[in-house]
């Protein structure tokens, strides 16, 4: 669902099931062309359906992700706060990126919600 991404769970323990829970990790590779990114990240927090806290932990990404659902007038708002950062390359870059990476999220997460476009 997200433009030339794959996202595969990283095997933690033998004997545990798939699936994501505190302490799961999962990789969101990217190509684009030739360029390969990995993002590494985390469960920190797993609280279905009504919390998720995700820590970016690879070697370039760093930042957390945490995702609140909750109930609203016969229907759902779903909350997202994002930090990131590249490891190496100076905050202002990361924040020069700002309006890419909203945009990339915001046409995600519509197609996802099935909205026109999230609230904020």
Same mark, same amino acid.
């Given at each position: ?18 699936? +994501? ?6 990789? #969101?590779?990217?190509?684009?062309? &030739? ?9 920190? =927090? ?22 609140? +659902? ?6 759902? =708002? +779903?909350?997202?706060? !994002?930090?990131?950062?590249?490891? %190496? +390359? &100076? ?5 020069? #990126? ?5 945009? %990339?999220?915001? =046409? ?5 919600? %099935?909205? !026109?476009?999230?609230?904020?």
């Amino acid at each position: 669902m997200i433009p030339f991404t794959t996202v595969t769970l990283v095997p933690t323990e033998v004997g545990h099931e798939s699936g +994501l829970r505190e302490g799961s990790r999962f990789d #969101a590779r990217t190509h684009l062309g &030739p360029l390969t990114i990995d993002d590494v990240m985390r469960v920190d =927090r797993w609280d279905p359906p009504a919390e998720a806290r995700i820590v970016k932990v690879g070697r370039v990404f760093g930042g957390t992700i945490t995702v609140r +659902l909750s109930d609203v007038d016969g229907g759902s =708002r +779903l909350d997202w706060h !994002q930090t990131y950062s590249v490891h %190496g +390359l &100076p905050d202002i870059v990361a924040w020069l #990126a700002v309006p890419l990476v909203r945009a %990339g999220y915001v =046409r995600t997460l519509s197609r996802i919600i %099935g909205s !026109q476009e999230p609230a904020g």
